[in-house]
Each structure stands twice: as structure tokens, then as C-alpha cells.
T-cell receptor, first 115, second 110 residues
Framework: SQQGEEDPQALSIQEGENATMNCSYK?????LQWYRQNSGRGLVHLIL?????REKHSGRLRVTLDTSKKSSSLLITASRAADTASYFC???????????????FGQGTILTVHP | DGGITQSPKYLFRKEGQNVTLSCEQN?????MYWYRQDPGQGLRLIYY???????QKGDIAEGYSVSREKKESFPLTVTSAQKNPTAFYLC?????????FGQGTRLTVV
């Protein structure tokens, strides 16, 4: 399967530090998305990067995509205690190129930001 | 207020019983999805529907059934054939963007 793999599985940092999470996948994709999940809650969409894009920013988030290495990274700058959550990457490889919901998820990175 | 509503938030089921999880969206999205999440794991796709009256199996459809009679609704039935149903179930929908997720239903077999 094309399951994404995330690294590290857990990350513990102090407030104000940057957090970097990595995601690798196996086959060609249409796009890659990052989600956040607070404990026991639904997923919140953070950012989508298309296969023809290399970098995207949203507030304190920066996502990069390297299709030659089949990898992506999520950087959260100046982290806050409220950023504590699980972060998932998800890939869309639908052949039609229009379905954004039939995703394959990684196992996630658990980020803990200490105040 | 637009969004995806899942109900109930918590559900308990006795072994051997079928149970139905509700998912409603008012985002006018054509596509809807059901995912399952086990502790410490990512999400796995159970079923998806890209249009009314049509749906497709995902990666782990065995022991589950769905219907899509209305655009707004995509209920999931967990049947007695599902051997390990205790999990967190997430519904999602997508249109030109997304998908956007509901808050989930936590199902426990007692």
C-alpha cells in the first residue's frame, strides 16, 4: 500500500523552539496534506501541497515536498504549548486527480510542547 | 453554521449487535468518507461515496455497510461480522477542497 510513514513517532520540545516532522510515501501522488488531531478529537486540516509545488507557508507552518525523494516535512516555528497534538500526513493518489478525501494516512507524530 | 456532524459522540455496543453511526454534512459536498482510527495509529479508509446512491469499499470494509440515499447523509453500520469494532470512527466530506472531518464517534464493545 502507499501508506505514509512519519518520523519521529514522538517529539518533545520547549515552547519557542521549532518542531520538524517528516513524512515519506511510496508512490506518485496528486497532493499531500497535513492534519492535526488533539487527543480524542477529529482532524483539523492544516495545509495542502500539490505535487507540482515545493514549499508552502501558512502562518507559523511551513511545508516542503520533495517528489524525487517521496518525502515531505512540516515545520512549526516558535512552538506554543497549544501546539501539543498528533500530526498526520496524508497522501492522495487518486488516478482521477479530483478526489481530495480518499487519503492514505501515516501513523502520525505526537508533538509535546512544554511551557 | 456549516460543517460535519457525527453522532453520537460515544457509543456502546453489546457483542453480536449491529450499530449505526450517523454522519451529516451541510457543506454541499458530493463526496463523503468513513475512516477508522485505532489507538496510536493513523486513519484507515472503510467506505467512500463520491455521489448519491453510489459507494465504494475502502481498505477495511469487511464487517461494515453504508448507504448514501441523500447527499447530506452517509451513515455507517458496524455489523456483528466486524470482529474488532472498538475504535474511533471519523467521517469526512470533500468538494473542491478538503476533506473536512467531523469530531468522531468512539465505539466500544461491551
Amino acid at each position: 500500500s502507499q501508506q505514509g510513514e512519519e518520523d519521529p513517532q514522538a517529539l518533545s520540545i520547549q515552547e519557542g523552539e521549532n518542531a520538524t516532522m517528516n513524512c515519506s510515501y511510496k508512490t506518485s501522488i496528486n497532493n499531500l496534506q497535513w492534519y492535526r488531531q488533539n487527543s480524542g478529537r477529529g482532524l483539523v486540516h492544516l495545509i495542502l501541497i500539490r505535487s507540482n509545488e515545493r514549499e508552502k507557508h501558512s502562518g507559523r507552518l511551513r511545508v516542503t515536498l520533495d517528489t524525487s525523494k517521496k518525502s515531505s516535512s512540516l515545520l512549526i516555528t516558535a512552538s506554543r504549548a497549544a501546539d501539543t497534538a498528533s500530526y498526520f500526513c496524508a497522501t492522495d493518489f487518486n488516478a482521477g486527480g479530483t478526489s481530495y478525501g480518499k487519503l492514505t494516512f501515516g501513523q502520525g507524530t505526537i508533538l509535546t510542547v512544554h511551557p | 453554521d456549516g460543517g460535519i456532524t457525527q453522532s453520537p459522540k460515544y457509543l456502546f455496543r453489546k457483542e453480536g449487535q449491529n450499530v449505526t453511526l450517523s454522519c451529516e454534512q451541510n457543506l454541499n459536498h458530493d463526496a463523503m468518507y468513513w475512516y477508522r482510527q485505532d489507538p496510536g495509529q493513523g486513519l484507515r479508509l472503510i467506505y467512500y461515496s463520491q455521489i448519491v446512491n453510489d459507494f465504494q469499499k475502502g481498505d477495511i470494509a469487511e464487517g461494515y455497510s453504508v448507504s448514501r440515499e441523500k447527499k447530506e447523509s452517509f451513515p455507517l453500520t458496524v455489523t456483528s461480522a466486524q470482529k474488532n469494532p472498538t475504535a474511533f470512527y471519523l467521517c469526512a466530506s470533500s468538494g473542491r477542497g478538503g476533506p473536512f472531518f467531523g469530531q468522531g464517534t468512539r465505539l466500544t464493545v461491551v
